[in-house]
């Protein structure tokens, strides 16, 4: 077990391009959750994938933003046409279970800086 | 709808002291209830969670912590903080499907 991993740690952008962020998660983790955090707050629900279906995603996820989980094996977040609002720490995490109540793993996460 | 909110951005004790961190929830649903904590350049690390049965949830480090229905509250404790206890603390409710909401957060400092 090596935990979840996330990558890039940190990215510095320009507004207007586009940046991809990459989570492996556990090995035979069948769940993954993407989550952003700004300064202050707490963890916000983005998305969550069982195996590779995407089956719940939060409206704070706008038309710029695609999360996918090809194979049911690691998952990527991209963010189109980059925003200062997009500033944020991406934080992706994995479970295993059939429940509500699953334990999830957190990756370090990413920081996105966007000048 | 489902909210989490954690009374204290920032709580201070001395080692040795009693850790108590307060967390009330809104949840018209049984709640699933959770603490995580959040060491510095580290990932969110569960310390307890209440599903159902027993109220008085028990966790790594010595913490606790008892989900009272009535008081719609989830409060973690620690008989004695350690200097390693200082960290960010997360409390945070799923009420089924698969959203978890957390509240914003309480940085723990511990003084020598």
């Known amino acids: 077990d090596t935990g979840v991993s996330q990558n890039p740690r940190h990215k510095i952008t320009k507004r207007g391009q586009n940046v991809t962020f990459r989570c492996d998660p556990i090995?035979?983790?069948?769940?993954l959750y993407w989550y952003r955090q700004t300064l202050g707050q707490g963890p916000e629900f983005l998305t969550y994938?069982?195996?590779?279906?995407?089956?719940?995603k939060s409206r704070l996820l706008s038309d710029r933003f695609s999360a996918e989980r090809p194979k049911g094996s690691f998952s990527t977040l991209e963010i189109q046409r980059t925003e200062q609002g997009d500033s944020a720490m991406y934080l992706c995490?994995?479970?295993?279970?059939?429940?509500?109540?699953?334990?999830?793993?957190f990756g370090p996460g990413t920081r996105l800086t966007v000048l | 709808a489902q909210s989490v909110t954690q009374l204290g951005s920032h709580v201070s004790v001395s080692e040795g002291a009693l850790v108590l961190l307060r967390c009330n929830y809104s949840?018209?649903?049984?709640?699933?209830l959770f603490w995580y904590v959040q060491y510095p350049n580290q990932g969110l690390q569960l310390l307890l969670k209440?599903?159902?049965?027993?109220?008085l949830v028990k966790g790594i480090n010595g913490f606790e912590a008892e989900f009272k229905k009535s008081e719609t509250s989830f409060h973690l404790t620690k008989p004695s903080a350690h200097m390693s206890d200082a960290a960010e603390y997360f409390c945070?409710?799923?009420?089924?499907?698969?959203?978890?909401?957390f509240g914003a957060g309480t940085r723990l400092f511990v003084k020598a």
């Open positions: 995490a994995s479970s295993i279970g059939t429940g509500q109540a699953d334990t999830q793993y």
């Open positions: 090995s035979e983790h069948n769940r």
């Open positions: 994938f069982q195996n590779e279906a995407q089956l719940e």
């Open positions: 949840s018209s649903v049984p709640p699933y």
């Open positions: 209440y599903t159902t049965g027993a109220t």
């Open positions: 945070a409710v799923n009420t089924g499907g698969f959203k978890t909401i």
